[in-house]
């Protein structure tokens, strides 16, 4: 069936059956990557998402679920439209050296920049809450949590 | 991975004989460009679309333009001032494409900012790890340690060039003119010109002999010691790409259904129901499944759920994970290969006032990389090209040319950006290549996505072996350790792969390393291994034997010191009287730490110290243990030595990641087998750390001139350890099997 899309601001028709993953309309039909595919059962975080601003594991998300809302992908936050908080995550992700082998960090980044949007000064068991969804196989929680913090701190 | 066998040695030497025997400098150089040119050319075969070319450039950004400045294998310089840094190792987080940048930008002057890091083409000849011999590939901490003058001496030696250059065009002698980030000068005519514009005029002249090169001396250095940024960048926008993000036209992507136990096969398969959906193209039978070819991974995964088929389980494997323990239980009280032996330990058990004797035992453990294993390939009449988060190039190299029957130089490998490793890429087998390459094999001219889901990915094997210790120690009357005696029993990983040359005398040394090197003075030391068999597929895990043996042997030096009345501390410092790195950074640790001082109700402190890779770790951990046994681990000191520190950011990253990647098996990671299958499947079974688990780390780094060791690996082994010692301190139980139940 034909399925109608809003991803980062623009409108998609892709054809697909309704119970397919987003995340595999996001990266098999838009071709867009920096979404992650990681266990498929929303166990690991890779695949987050914005849905109408909440964080979501697009891994376990019926596409048809996500017709007429608002996706928001990492590409959509890089864009040079992107929120004040969107920028200050990547900067303090950027100036905390967090990332090693970098593959969980778009959801990483989304699901901290959901956080922030909600709660500018989180403290650290809002950081846990948020954030224990996404796993990290390179351990740099530390990095994150600091980078977390430093981003809020920008802000507030 | 130090212990490559002859035969493969041999092998290998032949296969890149074919590929050319290029001696001269000049010829290299050509060669070079031609190689380097075939960076970008494969990637472009295929592209989609415009634009998709620099995003699938391994760092995301564009390479050196204009004829390139190649005066060897590592440096390219553009027209465009851009220097491109050529990496041989695979980044997979641990930051080589950083480190091994570093090196070159030390000794070349250049600015940090004109550097690029851009993935080496796959050529066992001149992008060999020089401790594997003639053979390219990542692992065993060695990136740094193997590269530390070849890379000085090319950023050294493209300097030396540029500054003749610079000296042909002003008239000067060479010695006027100065190199700083990135421009040449001369202070007497105010002159000045970057890089770039010499780049042309430095490719005319003569590579300078080795000899007549000049390293800095540390005082010298301006990046070696520093913490520049991470070279691997695109990792906080998504542009970044990995095997998972290539897109090339016409690819299809596969799915495979593997068997339900490992030593089964197909007998027969029914796809008809698979088929029927229009976006699935084909169901092919390869030797180690059903594979489904679709459009899209959606549809080839529910078209794989659909398929019926029939296995052949006449030689599945059957044991459970207890069955396999109590099995090793009975082996390690009887006597095993010597891994070593001094002394007489015997004598020395029977005469000691006291034996304590403890017997250990780890699961088997998935390495669970965030990016589940998956492989492009692309096989045509003549050739096969491949895209993977590359680690062990040559022996991939050798595997696939023997399936497809090429030579191994038609066999074109891009090494992308890995998503995790920890050495699940590096397999002697090439387990998920191969079979990406047979599926490309039967869908030839099509470049196939092989995608294995996280289930595959946990399911599917090499993992870290299981193993059970038993340790005797003896104290005598005034509490001095006389005897140690230790029987490690587990499959051996080593065997069957090149890398065979590490097992002598029965001995695989990757299950003993660690325990046969234990540097404590103790009179009377035996350590012996017995190798099993399973038909369970094991290999290296970060940091491999340590991963076990510092469990075994810095909880039972513990259990010792405590038994003895001593301070853990104190008693290590003592045995480690002749081992002064040792007891550098145990000494570092315990001050950080505040060793000795109080701390809160139910809290408890553990130190460990470990040698691996010839780096040097020890860690104190804090943990916290409430009324219902609950524990949390609050604080880890860390204090590293690895001789000349390249990055330390890197470093700490590193050791605060090793931390994490080793407290997952100390508090809640296992593989199990129940009847030969495997019971966990994805990461609500198989749990690793997440971040309310992560302590608070700091670590500090002993500042060194010995030539520079990896740290990759050497942070896992000592965190469980100290853990279990901690909570030992607070509860006063010692705590034999992993992942530990207090």
Redesign the interface.
Same mark, same amino acid.
């Given at each position: 069936m034909s399925i109608t899309l809003n991803v980062n601001g623009a409108e998609h028709q892709v054809d697909t059956t309704p119970d397919?993953?987003l995340l595999?309309v996001i990266? &098999?039909?838009l071709? +867009? =990557?920096?979404?992650?595919?990681?266990?498929? +059962?929303a +166990?690991?975080g890779?695949c987050t998402v914005h849905m109408d601003g909440q964080p979501i594991r697009s891994c376990s998300t019926p596409v048809q679920l996500a017709a007429g809302k608002k996706i928001t992908?990492?590409?959509g936050v890089?864009s040079s439209a992107a929120s004040p908080v969107s920028r200050a995550v990547?900067q303090a992700? &950027?100036d905390g050296? *967090? *990332?090693?082998?970098?593959?969980?960090?778009?959801g990483q980044?989304m699901s901290a920049i959901a956080l922030l949007e909600k709660n500018p000064k989180p403290t650290d068991a809002d950081? &846990?809450s948020a +954030?224990?969804g996404?796993?990290?196989?390179?351990? =740099?929680?530390?990095?994150?949590?600091g980078a977390i913090k430093e981003a809020s701190k920008q802000l507030v | 991975m130090r212990w490559i066998n002859n035969e493969t040695r041999a092998e290998l030497a032949r296969s890149f004989q074919e590929i050319d025997g290029l001696a001269s400098p000049q010829e290299s150089r050509r060669h070079f460009l031609k190689v380097i040119g075939g960076i970008g050319a494969g990637l472009t075969l295929a592209v989609s679309s415009p634009g998709t070319l620099a995003k699938m450039l391994p760092t995301g950004v564009t390479a050196a333009e204009g004829e390139a400045f190649a005066p060897n294998a590592f440096v390219r310089i553009g027209t465009d001032n851009r220097v491109a840094v050529v990496i041989k190792h695979v980044e997979m987080g641990q930051g080589t494409y950083t480190g091994l940048a570093t090196l070159v930008a030390e000794e070349l002057d250049a600015d940090w900012e004109q550097i690029d890091a851009v993935g080496a083409p796959a050529d066992g000849k001149r992008y060999n790890n020089l401790y594997w011999g003639p053979m390219q590939g990542t692992g065993g901490s060695s990136a740094i340690a193997n590269s530390y003058q070849q890379m000085r001496i090319a950023g050294a030696t493209a300097k030396a060039m540029l500054v003749a250059a610079a000296a042909q065009r002003w008239n000067l002698p060479t010695a006027e003119i100065s190199v700083n980030k990135g421009v040449l000068s001369h202070a007497g005519s105010g002159r000045k010109a970057t890089f770039g514009e010499l780049a042309e005029l430095a490719a005319t002249l003569p590579v300078p002999d080795e000899k007549s090169i000049r390293l800095k001396e540390p005082e010298e250095f301006t990046y070696i010691g520093t913490s520049m940024p991470r070279k691997d960048v695109g990792k906080t926008d998504g542009t970044a790409i990995y095997t998972q993000d290539v897109w090339l036209e016409g690819m299809l992507t596969a799915v495979v259904a593997h068997p339900p136990r490992f030593g089964t096969k197909v007998k027969s398969f029914d796809a008809k129901e698979a088929k029927a959906s229009n976006r699935v193209v084909d169901v092919i039978q390869i030797p180690t499944g059903i594979a489904v070819v679709a459009k899209d991974y959606w549809s080839a995964k529910v078209a794989r759920d659909k398929l019926n088929i029939e296995w052949d389980e006449s030689r599945a494997m059957d044991k459970s994970t207890d069955q396999i323990m109590a099995e090793y239980r009975e082996i390690s009280k009887k006597r095993g290969g010597v891994a070593h032996d001094h002394g007489s330990v015997g004598d020395a058990l029977d005469s000691a006032k006291t034996v304590i004797e403890a017997t250990y035992e780890f699961p088997y453990l998935a390495h669970a990389a965030m990016e589940p294993m998956n492989c492009v390939a692309l096989v045509n009449k003549d050739s096969c090209e491949i895209w993977n988060g590359e680690q062990f190039q040559s022996i991939d190299q050798m595997n696939i040319g023997k399936l497809l029957g090429l030579p191994v130089e038609k066999v074109k490998l891009n090494m992308l950006f890995a998503g995790g490793s920890f050495g699940r890429r590096a397999n002697p087998v090439s387990d998920y290549l191969v079979e990406a390459v047979h599926i490309a094999k039967a869908k030839m001219g099509t470049p196939i996505k092989l995608v294995w889901s996280r289930e595959d990915d946990m399911q599917a094997g090499y993992f870290r072996p299981a193993y059970v210790h038993r340790v005797r120690g003896g104290l005598d009357a005034e509490g001095n350790i006389v005897g140690w005696e230790q029987h490690i029993v587990g499959q051996s990983i080593l065997t069957g792969t090149p890398f065979g040359q590490g097992i002598k005398n029965g001995v695989d040394h990757s299950s003993v390393e660690g325990a046969s090197t234990l540097p404590y003075a103790i009179p009377n030391l035996r350590v012996e291994v017995t190798s099993t068999e399973e038909q369970v597929p094991v290999l290296w895990w970060r940091s491999v034997g340590h991963t076990h043996t510092a469990y075994s042997t810095e909880t039972f030096i513990d259990e010792l010191a405590v038994k003895a009345g001593q301070d853990p501390v104190d008693l290590r410092m003592k045995l480690l009287a002749d081992h002064p790195r040792w007891q550098g950074v145990l000494k570092l640790a315990a001050d950080k730490a505040g060793w000795g001082k109080a701390l809160p109700k139910g809290w408890g402190r553990g130190v460990a110290v470990h040698e691996s890779f010839n780096s040097y770790v020890a860690q104190v951990a804090e943990v916290s243990v409430a009324d219902d046994g609950k524990f949390k681990v609050e604080r880890v000191v860390c204090a590293v030595d690895c001789g000349v520190p390249i990055n330390p950011d890197v470093i700490r990253a590193q050791m605060e990641g090793g931390i994490g990647f080793g407290l997952a098996p100390a508090l809640v990671s296992a593989i199990t087998l129940k009847d030969g299958k495997v019971v966990e499947s994805n990461f609500h079974n198989y749990q690793v750390l997440r971040i309310n688990q992560m302590p608070e780390v700091e670590v500090h780094i002993v500042p060194s001139a010995a030539p520079p060791t990896g740290v990759g690996e050497p942070g896992v082994p000592p965190i469980a350890p100290a853990v279990a010692n901690a909570l030992a301190a607070v509860t006063g139980k010692r705590y034999y099997s992993l992942p530990i139940k207090v």
């Amino acid at each position: 069936m034909s399925i109608t899309l809003n991803v980062n601001g623009a409108e998609h028709q892709v054809d697909t059956t309704p119970d397919t993953p987003l995340l595999w309309v996001i990266r &098999d039909y838009l071709e +867009m =990557t920096g979404t992650k595919f990681g266990c498929g +059962m929303a +166990m690991c975080g890779a695949c987050t998402v914005h849905m109408d601003g909440q964080p979501i594991r697009s891994c376990s998300t019926p596409v048809q679920l996500a017709a007429g809302k608002k996706i928001t992908t990492i590409e959509g936050v890089s864009s040079s439209a992107a929120s004040p908080v969107s920028r200050a995550v990547q900067q303090a992700w &950027d100036d905390g050296q *967090v *990332v090693q082998c970098g593959y969980c960090q778009s959801g990483q980044i989304m699901s901290a920049i959901a956080l922030l949007e909600k709660n500018p000064k989180p403290t650290d068991a809002d950081i &846990d809450s948020a +954030m224990s969804g996404n796993i990290c196989r390179c351990n =740099t929680y530390q990095r994150i949590r600091g980078a977390i913090k430093e981003a809020s701190k920008q802000l507030v | 991975m130090r212990w490559i066998n002859n035969e493969t040695r041999a092998e290998l030497a032949r296969s890149f004989q074919e590929i050319d025997g290029l001696a001269s400098p000049q010829e290299s150089r050509r060669h070079f460009l031609k190689v380097i040119g075939g960076i970008g050319a494969g990637l472009t075969l295929a592209v989609s679309s415009p634009g998709t070319l620099a995003k699938m450039l391994p760092t995301g950004v564009t390479a050196a333009e204009g004829e390139a400045f190649a005066p060897n294998a590592f440096v390219r310089i553009g027209t465009d001032n851009r220097v491109a840094v050529v990496i041989k190792h695979v980044e997979m987080g641990q930051g080589t494409y950083t480190g091994l940048a570093t090196l070159v930008a030390e000794e070349l002057d250049a600015d940090w900012e004109q550097i690029d890091a851009v993935g080496a083409p796959a050529d066992g000849k001149r992008y060999n790890n020089l401790y594997w011999g003639p053979m390219q590939g990542t692992g065993g901490s060695s990136a740094i340690a193997n590269s530390y003058q070849q890379m000085r001496i090319a950023g050294a030696t493209a300097k030396a060039m540029l500054v003749a250059a610079a000296a042909q065009r002003w008239n000067l002698p060479t010695a006027e003119i100065s190199v700083n980030k990135g421009v040449l000068s001369h202070a007497g005519s105010g002159r000045k010109a970057t890089f770039g514009e010499l780049a042309e005029l430095a490719a005319t002249l003569p590579v300078p002999d080795e000899k007549s090169i000049r390293l800095k001396e540390p005082e010298e250095f301006t990046y070696i010691g520093t913490s520049m940024p991470r070279k691997d960048v695109g990792k906080t926008d998504g542009t970044a790409i990995y095997t998972q993000d290539v897109w090339l036209e016409g690819m299809l992507t596969a799915v495979v259904a593997h068997p339900p136990r490992f030593g089964t096969k197909v007998k027969s398969f029914d796809a008809k129901e698979a088929k029927a959906s229009n976006r699935v193209v084909d169901v092919i039978q390869i030797p180690t499944g059903i594979a489904v070819v679709a459009k899209d991974y959606w549809s080839a995964k529910v078209a794989r759920d659909k398929l019926n088929i029939e296995w052949d389980e006449s030689r599945a494997m059957d044991k459970s994970t207890d069955q396999i323990m109590a099995e090793y239980r009975e082996i390690s009280k009887k006597r095993g290969g010597v891994a070593h032996d001094h002394g007489s330990v015997g004598d020395a058990l029977d005469s000691a006032k006291t034996v304590i004797e403890a017997t250990y035992e780890f699961p088997y453990l998935a390495h669970a990389a965030m990016e589940p294993m998956n492989c492009v390939a692309l096989v045509n009449k003549d050739s096969c090209e491949i895209w993977n988060g590359e680690q062990f190039q040559s022996i991939d190299q050798m595997n696939i040319g023997k399936l497809l029957g090429l030579p191994v130089e038609k066999v074109k490998l891009n090494m992308l950006f890995a998503g995790g490793s920890f050495g699940r890429r590096a397999n002697p087998v090439s387990d998920y290549l191969v079979e990406a390459v047979h599926i490309a094999k039967a869908k030839m001219g099509t470049p196939i996505k092989l995608v294995w889901s996280r289930e595959d990915d946990m399911q599917a094997g090499y993992f870290r072996p299981a193993y059970v210790h038993r340790v005797r120690g003896g104290l005598d009357a005034e509490g001095n350790i006389v005897g140690w005696e230790q029987h490690i029993v587990g499959q051996s990983i080593l065997t069957g792969t090149p890398f065979g040359q590490g097992i002598k005398n029965g001995v695989d040394h990757s299950s003993v390393e660690g325990a046969s090197t234990l540097p404590y003075a103790i009179p009377n030391l035996r350590v012996e291994v017995t190798s099993t068999e399973e038909q369970v597929p094991v290999l290296w895990w970060r940091s491999v034997g340590h991963t076990h043996t510092a469990y075994s042997t810095e909880t039972f030096i513990d259990e010792l010191a405590v038994k003895a009345g001593q301070d853990p501390v104190d008693l290590r410092m003592k045995l480690l009287a002749d081992h002064p790195r040792w007891q550098g950074v145990l000494k570092l640790a315990a001050d950080k730490a505040g060793w000795g001082k109080a701390l809160p109700k139910g809290w408890g402190r553990g130190v460990a110290v470990h040698e691996s890779f010839n780096s040097y770790v020890a860690q104190v951990a804090e943990v916290s243990v409430a009324d219902d046994g609950k524990f949390k681990v609050e604080r880890v000191v860390c204090a590293v030595d690895c001789g000349v520190p390249i990055n330390p950011d890197v470093i700490r990253a590193q050791m605060e990641g090793g931390i994490g990647f080793g407290l997952a098996p100390a508090l809640v990671s296992a593989i199990t087998l129940k009847d030969g299958k495997v019971v966990e499947s994805n990461f609500h079974n198989y749990q690793v750390l997440r971040i309310n688990q992560m302590p608070e780390v700091e670590v500090h780094i002993v500042p060194s001139a010995a030539p520079p060791t990896g740290v990759g690996e050497p942070g896992v082994p000592p965190i469980a350890p100290a853990v279990a010692n901690a909570l030992a301190a607070v509860t006063g139980k010692r705590y034999y099997s992993l992942p530990i139940k207090v």
